[in-house]
């Protein structure tokens, strides 16, 4: 090989590392963007069967509505949120019970009584998985707060045959 | 040796150039319009970067000032009229979560999402802790992933003996350093230990009023979890 070009391999170092850097800060822009306003988020787990497959499913997430205003949640919303008991993973369950409601502890009987209620302290949710004896959720670690719940889940993206937009499916009996 | 070389060359100078020709050309005259022009062209710098660093204060550190008395006299005390400055790590709360008695955290009230709490973890998950008077139970056992969470100053403090163990998702960032009053500059222990043949002073009183407080604190935990 011919002798090495001294100068030339410095402008190439620093060109490596200024685009480095630049991935970087483009890296940066798209979690924030992904975190603040929203957008493609890969779902797995079994504990939003059948509303949510096992795996293989992009969601589409709005965290900016939630991050505008915070008391933007409905009950029957499916809302993504921090895990309480692991900050490193956020989870994906149905909203129950706003602040002030009485919600029963566990239908099912499982994990309480099925007579046991509890009022949702303020700033607290309560949610709860469509798959009940495979959910981690209220029934575990009790209501959660409002501070950890990061955005909604708006539709179903991926695969394409199943795309759908999802909606609130509570409807009140007077 | 010869194929490297062309393979080398057909990479580097025909294949990247003609696509970054135009970059390079919108890059020069650009730096050619802002030359003249300082305040453009780092206002620009700027906002170009500020991705990194909102991502770097909201998962590696970040420099806090300190209100409120409720963590007197560790921080804040009495005798500084002005209120603490401190660094505080966040990359031990978001990233890589790890949690000893001892250490002063912030925590976002779990009621009000407006409001951050700096207190000491008195128990981690595991734990059987005696609680102070506003809590209903006279001891508690921390449930998986919380924490049970004290101000220094116990009378004057909104703590876990008010909302109970708080979720390790709440807390927002570990405290790491003081840096704003000059004379309690350095790095917050989540133990302190006795020194050796100490002189007998104002600043031994301090250390030994602080010893006795963390001795009674850690008495307070009836259980440990290992």
């Known amino acids: 090989m011919a002798s090495l070009n001294v100068p030339r391999m410095q402008r190439l170092l620093k060109q490596l590392s200024y685009g480095i850097l630049i991935g970087v800060n483009c890296g940066c822009a798209f979690h924030l963007m992904r975190r603040y306003i929203g957008g493609p988020s890969l779902a797995y787990g079994p504990s939003m069967l059948p509303t949510l497959a096992m795996s ?49 502890v566990d239908p099912t009987g499982e994990k309480a009584p099925s007579t046991e209620h509890v009022i949702v302290p303020k700033g607290h949710y309560w949610l709860a998985g469509d798959n009940a004896p495979a959910s981690r959720d209220s029934r575990w670690y009790g209501p959660v707060s409002g501070q950890l ?23 009140y009996i007077d | 040796m010869d194929t490297m070389k062309f393979l080398f060359r057909s990479v580097f100078k025909s294949g990247l150039k003609p696509r970054f020709q135009r970059l390079r050309r919108m890059h020069s005259a650009w730096t050619s319009f802002t030359s003249g022009r300082p305040a453009l062209r780092w206002s620009f710098i700027g906002v170009f970067w500020l991705p990194t660093a909102i991502v770097f204060t909201k998962y590696f550190a970040v420099v806090k000032q300190v209100s409120g008395p409720s963590m007197q006299p560790t921080l804040n005390p009495n005798s500084s009229p002005l209120r603490d400055v401190v660094i505080c790590d966040r990359y031990h709360a978001k990233v890589e979560p790890h949690y000893e008695r001892g250490d002063i955290v912030t925590v976002w009230s779990p009621s009000d999402p407006q409001k951050l709490f700096i207190k000491r ?43 109970g163990p708080v979720p390790i998702s709440l807390i927002d960032a570990k405290l790491l350093y003081i840096i704003f009053p000059i004379e309690r500059i350095g790095p917050v222990p989540a133990r302190i230990t006795v020194r050796e043949d100490p002189p007998r002073g104002r600043a031994w009183r301090h250390d030994m009023a602080a010893i006795e407080r963390q001795q009674w604190r850690e008495s307070r935990v009836t259980k440990r979890s290992e």
């Open chain 1, 56 to 104: 293989g499913e992009i969601l589409l997430e709005n965290n900016f509505s939630i991050w505008w205003n915070p008391n933007n949640i409905a009950r029957g919303d499916l809302v993504s949120y921090v895990s309480p008991i692991d900050p490193t993973r956020i989870a994906c369950k149905r909203v129950i019970g706003l602040p002030g409601d009485v919600v029963c």
């Open chain 2, 121 to 163: 973890i008195i128990a981690t998950a595991g734990d059987t802790v005696k609680t102070l008077p506003p809590y209903p139970d006279l001891e508690v056992r921390i449930p998986e992933g919380h924490v049970w969470v004290e101000g220094d100053e116990r009378f004057n403090s909104d703590d876990s003996n008010i909302f």
């Open chain 1, 149 to 171: 719940i990061r955005g909604k889940i708006v539709a179903r993206i991926w695969p394409p045959r199943s795309m759908t937009v999802f909606r609130n499916p509570i409807s």
